[in-house]
């Protein structure tokens, strides 16, 4: 079963614009980690974070986390073609084994 | 480090052949994961081993299925018989550390059609 869901299922934006994509889970997590996955490619890891923080920056990603509504968000500022790409959510749940349960995904599609 | 090596990338049979999937983990992860990726049920969670003992394969979905890890450097994933519904992509992944802990590696995946 899917401890996370990601919302919306597909955005479309014109580049240069700013993606919001959202997380939300059910139990109490450790960490919830961020993956990107491009067309036909693996997964790749874009960023953690745990439960005890509240937000994390890498380059043009900005990740919140509210542990208190369980949810979780990834903005890419100033997006580019190249984002173009399936973004999914993971947590950890506590009463999981540390294991990984990933999200259904956000498409994310940039118009140049 | 070339990364986590799946083959073959893609995979045509027949109903009722067998379809084995190999993996190549990232040298000195202690950690393997197989994953499925289909529409209908997303990504998930086959089998996972640590330091070549299967730790959890609840996720497998029948008999059908089995996975080994031989040595640290190489695990199967096999179906026999396949049916229409494997069609999906095969994720194999390594990491240092359960996966919750830190960053899940991921391969390319198998495609597997089975017709």
């Known amino acids: 079963s899917q401890q996370g869901e990601e919302d919306p299922q597909a955005l479309s934006i014109q580049e240069g614009e700013n993606a919001t994509m959202n997380c939300s889970y059910k139990?109490?997590?450790?960490?919830l980690q961020w993956y990107r996955q491009n067309s036909g490619r693996g997964l790749v890891h874009l960023i953690l974070?745990?439960?005890?923080?509240r937000e994390k920056h890498s380059g043009r990603l900005r990740v919140t986390l509210d542990t208190s509504k369980k949810s979780s968000s990834l903005l890419i500022t100033a997006s580019r073609a190249a984002d173009t790409a399936s973004y999914f959510c993971a947590t950890d749940a506590s009463n999981a084994g540390n294991m990984l349960t990933f999200g259904g995904g956000t498409r994310l599609m940039v118009k140049p | 480090d070339a990364g986590v090596i799946q083959s073959p990338r893609h995979e045509v049979t027949e109903m009722g052949q067998e379809v084995t999937l190999r993996c190549k983990p990232i040298s000195g992860h202690d950690y393997l994961f197989w994953y499925r990726q289909t529409m209908m049920r997303g990504l998930e969670l086959l089998i996972y081993?640590?330091?070549?003992?299967?730790?959890?394969d609840s996720g497998m979905p029948e008999d059908r299925f089995s996975a080994k890890m031989p040595n640290a450097s190489f695990s199967t994933l096999k179906i026999q018989p396949s049916e229409p519904r494997d069609s999906a992509v095969y994720f194999c992944a390594s990491s240092l550390t359960p996966s919750g802990i830190g960053e899940l590696f991921f391969g390319e995946g198998s495609r597997l059609t089975v017709l």
């Open positions: 081993f640590n330091n070549n003992v299967p730790i959890d």
């Open positions: 974070i745990r439960s005890n923080e």
């Open positions: 139990t109490s997590i450790n960490n």
